[in-house]
């Protein structure tokens, strides 16, 4: 191999390490996102109850579904021993955001995050019009029983997503099949 061949690959071999260097510089440097807070309406693992007056996912409900929920949480515990808790209630739009961003990085695409989160943009969450419902035996109560309070589930491979969607006693409209479809 001749000197002038060997003086290009050294020097190609530089320019790439040059180049993979400010690449990772730039991934290191880029912020993240900030992580949610309470103020963001994030709640912790669990759940809250819905009578939590003090936590933002729940004050920024809207008024008329905080209360139907209430009153439909009183009706399962009453009934079933059924501790509804809420999952997710009010959140801010960057919380939203984020929670779309890491859908996009878990489903591989915005197309595919969208049915299950959907943008701050068309988020009921965003504008206190959701609440999510868990445990499972709670969700399962609310998804069968709630439309009584005015409260149905919106989406098929969602039944935790509880909205005021039908007068008190009414009939739930049918269900979309997930977030991308609404």
């Not at 859908?103 to 959907?118: C, H, I, M, Q």
Request: hydrophobic share 40%.
């Amino acid at each position: 191999m001749g000197r002038g061949h060997q003086h290009t690959r050294v020097v190609a071999v530089k320019s790439a390490l040059v180049v993979l260097v400010l690449v990772l510089s730039a991934a290191c440097s880029a912020q993240a996102a900030p992580a949610a807070t309470q103020a963001d309406g994030e709640i912790e693992k669990g759940g809250i109850s819905p009578f939590d007056n003090d936590h933002p996912a729940i004050r920024n409900l809207d008024p008329a579904l905080r209360d139907a929920v209430r009153q439909a949480a009183k009706e399962a515990k009453a009934t079933r021993g059924i501790d509804a808790k809420i999952t997710s209630g009010w959140r801010s739009r960057q919380y939203q955001q984020r929670l779309l961003d890491e859908a996009v990085e878990k489903y591989g695409s915005l197309d595919e995050a969208r049915k299950f989160v959907n943008t701050p943009e068309k988020s009921t969450h965003v504008n206190g019009k959701a609440v999510d419902i868990g445990p499972t035996d709670a969700a399962d109560w609310f998804s069968r029983k709630a439309a009584a309070y005015g409260l149905c589930q919106i989406y098929s491979n969602e039944m935790w997503h509880i909205e005021l969607a039908t007068t008190p006693g009414g009939e739930c409209p049918p269900m979309l099949s997930n977030a991308a479809a609404g």
